[in-house]
């Protein structure tokens, strides 16, 4: 099989502090990429001279293109994407460290020609210290689900919750018309891996394939583990947070059901999303008293609604105990979508 051609996109802003670093496993890599492709978002610190050094050295090329104003990340992304020539678009985050056979392992799985694929990450803080923990983990991303989407599941995973991060994926380039333009309002990770799994077979490596850094600075990453943290986080969940998301899954219907000839299963796709926003509905409307909801909560139990669409137990508990914060959205109408 010929061997893909391989663009990096990646997004800068302000990144002087790591830069160097990711740069660097990017030039070391013993596949190295055949264009780098930057877009910066307005740094106002070193990070342009830290680019403009890197060209005069870069085994391959290099297109650095500033924006004359701010994008915001997901935006920025896209247009780093849009710019890109080669068959294939890998992600890059401008304050991670790439392990040399990154670029190598993504081009060996693109061989069993599947529309994408992603990999695990070590976590690493600030310092570059290691934090002992995986990506994966961070994103309770189980062996079990691992195991369902590499049986080629993977929308049944995604449904659930996010496990793909856009600093570990590599696509066809080819797809690039039915993922962009990304809707105002949603995480660029998201969105791309929802929609390629819509498209064909997404493979995943679970071994770790580049250092991701979480630090205080970065614009997103992967949620806390720790039980308490993820209680602590689920109080603050209300009706808002719900209907925001539905609105998110009515973006992508309106995607699959606009560009339904290039995508394999569109039908199932967007019945799986009528499903979940049926069960996001549920949960944004639970009455206020804990003793009201115990009827509601087993009724969804027993749709599956909770093991399908959530997650699981942990959700259940929530809306059993966890107090009904009394925000905006539940004053909306039972039916109501945001737009």
Request: charged content about 25%.
């Amino acid at each position: 099989m010929t061997r893909p051609t391989i663009s990096v996109a990646m997004c800068t802003f302000n990144g002087s502090r790591f830069l160097p670093a990711q740069l660097s496993s990017i030039a070391t890599q013993h596949r190295l990429p055949d264009e780098l492709v930057i877009c910066d978002d307005g740094s106002s610190d070193d990070s342009l001279a830290i680019l403009a050094s890197f060209v005069l050295s870069a085994p391959f090329r290099v297109r650095i293109v500033r924006n004359e104003k701010r994008l915001g990340s997901t935006k920025n992304f896209q247009k780093a994407i849009s710019l890109c020539h080669c068959e294939v678009v890998a992600l890059a985050d401008q304050d991670d460290v790439w392990y040399p056979q990154k670029l190598a392992r993504v081009e060996e799985e693109f061989a069993a020609n599947p529309v994408a694929v992603f990999s695990d990450a070590d976590l690493i803080d600030s310092a570059g210290e290691h934090l002992h923990e995986r990506l994966w983990n961070s994103y309770s991303f189980s062996l079990h689900d691992q195991h369902l989407f590499a049986a080629d599941h993977a929308l049944a995973i995604l449904i659930k919750h996010p496990v793909v991060t856009g600093a570990t994926l590599a696509f066809r380039r080819s797809l690039a018309n039915v993922l962009l333009p990304i809707p105002a309002g949603h995480v660029h990770d998201f969105w791309i891996s929802f929609l390629l799994a819509a498209c064909g077979p997404v493979q995943l490596i679970p071994e770790p394939l580049l250092q991701y850094r979480r630090h205080e600075a970065q614009q997103i990453g992967p949620g806390q583990n720790r039980l308490r943290d993820r209680l602590a986080q689920a109080r603050k969940t209300g009706p808002a947070h719900y209907q925001s998301e539905i609105a998110k899954f009515r973006l992508l219907r309106e995607r699959l059901e606009r560009r339904r000839a290039e995508f394999r299963h569109p039908e199932v796709a967007c019945q799986e999303i009528d499903r979940k926003v049926a069960h996001l509905r549920h949960r944004a409307h639970l009455p206020r008293l804990a003793s009201e909801r115990i009827p509601e909560v087993l009724r969804e139990i027993l749709n599956g609604g909770y093991s399908r669409y959530s997650e699981g137990w942990q959700s259940i508990a929530k809306d059993l105990l966890a107090p009904v914060p009394d925000d905006a959205g539940r004053h909306l109408p039972k039916g109501a979508i945001l737009h």
